[in-house]
């Protein structure tokens, strides 16, 4: 294939060249129409591209095939048989994958790392969970994702699930046999989906991570706006095998997709192919070196998560580099403190930030002088450290306490008549909410899992010490929604 071609970018590119006059969305006519403010702020570009797919990029029946065709290009990049490109995240490229893998009613066994679009996707497809739990390091207060040992025992234990979602890589950049579990699940007869949203650099260098389409999964769903370098929202989901029809993966992602697609979206997803078609490998280079040259840098001045510190037995299979976490405990401050502190002194935003760790992502956008002033911003906050709140204690649970009974299905238990009761007096109630201190947006507990006290002491006083949870009702969780009695 010729992966010279930006089929996308050539049709924004033809479209604005032939000069048409549309008569159809959007309403802003390519920025006409729109408040000199706005575009003071955007800038006219933006506006200019943002053109409608049918009878705007193609022709009136898609004859030219611009979106098939960019979607085809990306699959042959990446070795999938056919790739799909999604404007609204991984949150929906899953969605899409769960109702395709199993029917409502239909039991699928999904790692509890999950993020909560995944549940979402539970709720939404009245799909019912089989938990498989993922390896809890008590040192380190984290979950790697579970290995083909409990996939193997969770599929003893409900040998009639369809098939299996594993999440991998973390927010923390730890990794899944990806490979093995493909293995287990596929000498079952169940179909492997694997949500990658952090993995969408991972096709394009052999030195990262396995990318779940080598490693053997029939589904895979990545976020290119994550480590890529696609804008906010840029999904693709890909497929291999003949384990999943294309026909019916296309006709339920149809049920939950837009019918006004970004033009600018898929511009984006066109373009990182295409770059990393040609350019990935050598601006992963650069990046992986970067960023172990940073990792020695910031070695000094905080305590850095090494690869030696999270893959080995019962731990991590394989771990992402390009994720730098930094355990700020010793600081005495929270990595909530430390990420405001970074924002509001420095001007430097870190992604993900809990009770005790704040992670940076290296990505092929940076380069001497973005590391550096990462590493003399956290030189900064190591110096001024003392001087700030000291971190508060959260409850960590137990690993078996992370292990909620699942009393309901999700969809039932969501859509079941609710009340808000005082978080004391949930213990024993079945949850009719999702509960995700954000990042990672890992529910702590979720519609139809029984509440204990592990739990709500963890909420609470992880809310007291700064955590961030923002989709229960009562994002302070003084108050619970419970499913009545
Ligand atoms: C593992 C995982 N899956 C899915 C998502 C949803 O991705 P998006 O933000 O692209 O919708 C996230 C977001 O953080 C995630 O961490």
């Known amino acids: 294939m010729d992966h010279s071609r930006a089929p996308v970018l050539e049709a924004i590119e033809n479209f604005r060249r032939r000069g048409h006059l549309p008569f159809i969305p959007p309403g802003h006519k390519q920025g006409r129409g729109v408040d000199q403010r706005v575009l003071d702020v955007l800038g006219p570009d933006v506006f200019a591209s943002d053109i409608i797919v049918l009878n705007g990029l193609d022709d009136r029946e898609m004859s030219n095939e611009v979106i098939s065709n960019a979607e085809d290009l990306m699959a042959d990049a990446v070795g999938a048989d056919r790739a799909y490109f999604s404007t609204c995240g991984s949150s929906l ?28 996707g539970l709720i939404i497809s009245g799909v019912h969970p089989v938990w498989v739990h993922p390896r809890w390091d008590p040192e380190w207060e984290w979950a790697y994702p579970p290995g083909p040992d409990e996939v193997v025992t969770a599929c003893e234990r409900a040998p009639d699930t369809r098939g299996l979602l594993l999440i991998t890589p973390t927010d923390y950049g730890t990794c899944a046999d990806i490979a093995a579990i493909a293995d287990v699940c596929h000498e079952r007869d169940k179909t492997l989906i694997v949500d990658e949203a952090w993995g969408a650099h991972l096709p394009f260098h052999d030195g990262l991570p396995a990318w779940a389409m080598d490693a053997g999964a029939d589904l895979c769903v990545t976020s290119v706006h994550k480590m890529g370098a696609g804008i906010e929202q840029s999904s693709v989901y890909h497929l291999q095998g003949d384990r999943v029809a294309p026909e019916v993966l296309a006709m339920r ?21 295409r770059q990393m078609y040609e350019h990935g490998h050598e601006l992963l280079d650069r990046a992986i070196d970067l960023v172990h040259e940073t990792r020695a840098r910031l070695g000094p001045l905080v305590r850095v ?15 992402d580099p390009l994720k730098i976490v930094m355990d ?8 909530y403190t430390a990420a405001e502190w970074l924002r509001d002194n420095q001007r430097v935003d870190v992604g993900l ?41 959260v409850e960590i649970p137990d690993p078996g306490e992370l292990e909620l009974d699942q009393a309901m299905p999700p969809r039932d238990a969501f859509f079941a008549l609710a009340e808000h009761v ?24 979720l519609p139809g899992e029984v509440i204990t006290q592990p739990v709500i002491d963890y909420l609470r006083s992880g809310r007291e010490a700064g955590m961030y949870i923002p989709d229960p009702t009562d994002v302070d969780v003084q108050k619970i929604r419970v499913v009545k009695r």
């Open 93 to 120: 490229s899953v969605k899409s994958c769960i109702i395709t893998v199993a029917r409502p009613g239909e039991r699928l066994l999904v790692s509890r790392n999950a993020h909560k679009s995944v549940v979402a």
């Open 353 to 393: 930030s809990d009770h005790r760790r704040i992670a940076a992502q290296i990505t092929i956008a940076d380069d001497d002088e973005t590391v550096s002033r990462l590493v003399d911003a956290i030189a900064a906050l190591a110096k001024e450290a003392e001087n700030l709140p000291r971190a508060r204690h």
């Open 328 to 335: 700020v405990r010793e600081l005495g401050i929270s990595g």
């Open 305 to 319: 998560v090494s690869r030696e510190d999270v893959v080995g037995d019962g731990k991590a299979f394989d771990h």
């Open 422 to 445: 005082d978080a004391a007096d949930a213990v024993g109630r079945i949850c009719a909410e999702t509960i995700s201190p954000y990042p990672p947006g890992v529910p702590a507990a």
């Open 253 to 273: 992602a149809d049920l939950l997709n837009t019918t006004s697609p970004s033009a600018l979206v898929y511009a984006c997803l066109d373009g990182w192919r």
